[in-house]
């Protein structure tokens, strides 16, 4: 297993992510707890020591699970992560009681890691609201030793992050992304490392193989791969990319099933980045598979004519995310941070926005498919 020195720890490279542990016959909210007690023990045996949980995964259920499941070992031997639930704005007058639920629910006296959870578009202005007193809260439990180290995770742009960072950056010790080489360019991941890296704030990953988009690739992308590194597997490559990364100190994977987890800690046996010339031609495959979304340039020529004074850019940029993801809950997330006079449901058609597109993409239809599909 390979590790990253964080601070005075030393962290295994791969963490174990608890948001698909195996279920029991589909259902979601039914963890199969023997299951993932079984790949828990393995995770121990073969050095990870990481381990990431959340109030919300599995409808509430994965805090407990993975708590019985570490409970049998030395709480010295392992590094335990759960965050706020800021998702829900209702959570955000309860800090106080989440917090000392989440304690009892996974059964520690304290977390090593502590996260203000996705921080976006639709919770930024609570987050960082004084009434409901959140930082100030998290920090005093800081100080008493029940959290040890404290950071966010954030889904939302970069602008978004700024805001947040411009307030609480200087106690932030590490910040969760949505980090892969299809979002390197696609969710302006990059930028968003190196906002990171200006605070000096160590990137923890998440959603490495994009939701498992990136096990399967399509056929001609999938063997030039293979072609050039014939000894790895193609989820490999996820990882070998982020392992070319500077900064990137962790990398959590959701794994449901033992073979998932015995090919990733494979995988961490060792590190090898990828060369300049792989690099390449991984953007490459990233190119080929872009190739179906709407190729807007955000010269935003559409928003100066539109009557509506829609941001048509960001709204195709959310498009094209939801097409490519084949769904997820990004798109409908940012939207719904919308006013209703901004959303896709808005436009009305007069395809003013279209004359002056030197992309010439069909606007007006896309925005009425998109309402149709967010059932807005």
């Known amino acids: 297993m390979i590790y990253k020195e964080f601070q005075n720890l030393k962290l295994s490279a791969l963490g174990l992510g608890a948001m698909r542990l195996p279920v029991i016959d589909g259902n979601d909210a039914a963890v199969d707890a023997a299951a993932t007690e079984e790949m828990v023990a393995y995770a121990m045996e073969q050095g990870i020591n990481y381990y990431d949980t959340a109030w919300g995964y599995h409808s509430g259920n994965s805090e407990t699970v993975i708590g019985k499941a570490l409970g049998k070992y030395p709480r010295e031997n392992f590094y335990l992560a759960t965050k706020f639930p800021g998702y829900d704005l209702a959570n955000m007058p309860k800090v106080k009681e989440i917090f000392e639920k989440q304690l009892e629910k996974c059964g520690v006296d304290y977390f090593d890691f502590y996260l203000f959870h996705n921080v976006c578009e639709m919770n930024i202005d609570a987050y960082l609201d004084k009434q409901y007193g959140i930082y100030e809260y998290l920090m ?6 029940r959290i040890r180290h404290l950071g966010f995770s954030a889904h939302g742009d970069l602008d978004v992050m700024k805001r947040f960072l411009e307030a609480y950056g200087k106690d932030m010790e590490f910040c969760q992304i949505q980090l892969n080489y299809l979002d390197w360019s696609f969710q302006n991941a990059e930028a968003k490392v190196e906002l990171l890296k200006s605070y000096n704030i160590p ?20 063997q030039r791969l293979k072609a050039a590194r014939p000894e790895e597997e193609i989820p490999a490559w996820a990882f070998r990319f982020l392992q070319s990364i500077p900064g990137v100190t962790m990398i959590l994977s959701g794994m449901s099933n033992m073979e998932q987890l015995q090919a990733n800690i494979r995988t961490f046996g060792e590190e090898k980045p990828l060369a300049k010339e792989e690099m390449d031609m991984l953007m490459d495959v990233v190119s080929a598979m872009k190739n179906n979304t709407l190729p807007c340039t955000a010269c935003h020529y559409c928003v100066s004519h539109c009557p509506k004074g829609i941001d048509i ?22 939207i719904g941070a919308m006013p209703k006079e901004k959303q896709p449901s808005a436009c009305v058609g007069c395809r003013s926005c279209e004359k002056v597109c030197p992309q010439q993409i069909k606007i007006s239809e896309t925005m009425s498919n998109f309402a149709a599909q967010l059932g807005a």
Do not use: C
């Open 140 to 145: 005093e439990q800081k100080r008493d030793g």
């Open 203 to 222: 990137v923890w990953v998440m959603e490495p193989l994009r939701g498992g988009k990136l096990v399967k690739l399509p056929e001609e992308q999938g």
């Open 313 to 334: 850019p960001k709204i195709l940029e959310l498009y094209n995310e939801h097409s490519l993801t084949g769904g997820g809950f990004l798109a409908p997330m940012a």
